[in-house]
């Protein structure tokens, strides 16, 4: 499941579904048109309330630290 979970993070990053919005970041979710709000390591979606994480959520954290490598 953590693969599974890992692969489909990552995937929304390579597809530049995760943007930055202030101190909350908007990542998009697989239904079209359809984003939730992250904060550190928060989600709005329904997987995050039932599951306590989610490839929103991993996503956002993977971005946070592609960008402080960078910085």
């Keep these: 499941m953590k693969g599974d979970l890992l692969k489909k993070a990552l995937a929304l990053l390579e597809e ?25 390591g928060w989600c709005a979606c329904p997987g995050f309330k039932n599951h306590g994480r989610c490839k929103h959520a991993l996503a956002a954290e993977l971005a946070a630290r592609k960008v402080e490598k960078v910085g």
Excluded: H, I, N, Q
Excluded at 16 to 40: C, F, N
């Design 16 to 40: 530049g579904r995760v943007l930055p919005l202030g101190e909350a970041v908007l990542v998009a979710s697989s239904t079209p048109g359809k984003w939730y709000a992250v904060r550190r």
